[in-house]
């Protein structure tokens, strides 16, 4: 069974005569590693183990999503990433970090891809009680002659919506990463230049969330999905997110917020996060 395309409304119209369409997304794959990856000694032992139905359903799930471009969380590495993302139709681009889980982005063929030096300042050393994080991919996307820059992020996990003063647990890693993308975000501001970061968050953002507030300090930034409990896991809060910020901000389509159902409950090992979406508007220079 394919996945059910929930309509939720977004927030921004593209005024522009002349654009080109993209569909971007962010899909957490939930460790999807190769056979060989998934059986290291140091990897968790209750990790999905899929067979090669599951992948043929999550290449389903990909092709009915059909984005232009997506980020991606928990990738293991392009090959296995191809199995849903075929390498003729989709160019795939994934974080160097040197552990089991990458960033990654997969991008539709005729867009013109110049990556960025990874945002290392994301997965700061860990320490003995924590899994190494991931980097922030970092990716300029030209649109026909239009540049969108992409941040894939996937930050670390426990801290949903603990306030600013909690001390323990993962809230001060994730904070030193909010700190980390207020400094990512100083840069876009200064350059001028488009954007989204997209990716798992790991926190419930909303507009009045002060970890938004902080980045909404910087530049001001549109969140997609605030203002909306997902259909994926019975309507919780996101944690998956899209953020615009520069002019993509007046890219969005309206109503074209989409979140793809993943059944969560069978027996096949698919992914514990569903794939949401936003349209936007790209526009073109029409001048001879």
């Not at 309509?7 to 654009?19: E, G, N, R």
């Not at 991008?107 to 891809?113: A, D, M, S």
């Not at 993962?170 to 990463?177: D, I």
């Not at 930034?221 to 899209?242: E, N, W």
Request: glycine share 6%; with cysteine.
């Amino acid at each position: 069974m394919l996945g059910v395309f929930f309509f939720l409304p977004s927030l921004h119209a593209s005024a522009a005569t002349a654009t080109q369409t993209l569909k971007v997304s962010t899909w957490n794959m939930d460790w999807l590693l190769s056979e060989q990856a998934q059986n290291a000694p140091d990897i968790p032992p209750d990790i999905p183990h899929r067979s090669a139905g599951d992948m043929n359903a999550l290449a389903s799930y990909a092709q009915r999503l059909h984005p232009d471009l997506i980020g991606l969380q928990e990738v293991g590495d392009s090959a296995t990433l191809a199995r849903l993302f075929d390498p003729q139709d989709y160019q795939i681009v994934l974080s160097n970090d040197d552990i089991a889980q990458h960033t990654a982005l997969a991008v539709r063929r005729g867009l013109r891809v110049q990556r960025n030096p990874d945002v290392g300042a994301l997965a700061p050393a860990p320490t003995a009680a924590h899994h190494p994080l991931r980097s922030g991919l970092d990716i300029t996307v030209l649109a026909g002659d239009t540049p969108l820059r992409i941040l894939v992020v996937h930050l670390k996990t426990g801290c949903w919506d603990n306030p600013v003063s909690e001390t323990h647990h993962a809230c001060p890693t994730l904070f030193a990463q909010f700190h980390a993308l207020r400094d990512w975000l100083a840069e876009r501001a200064e350059n001028g230049e488009s954007f989204a970061i997209i990716g798992d968050f790991n926190r419930r953002l909303t507009r009045a969330d002060p970890l938004f507030i902080s980045l909404n300090q910087v530049m001001p930034l549109t969140l997609v999905t605030a203002g909306q409990a997902s259909p994926c896991l019975g309507g919780s809060y996101f944690i998956d997110h899209i953020l615009l910020g520069g002019a993509a901000q007046k890219w969005a389509d309206p109503a074209s917020l989409r979140v793809m159902t993943i059944p969560q409950d069978g027996a096949q090992m698919l992914s514990d996060h569903c794939p949401v979406s936003i349209t936007l508007h790209v526009p073109q220079n029409t001048t001879p």
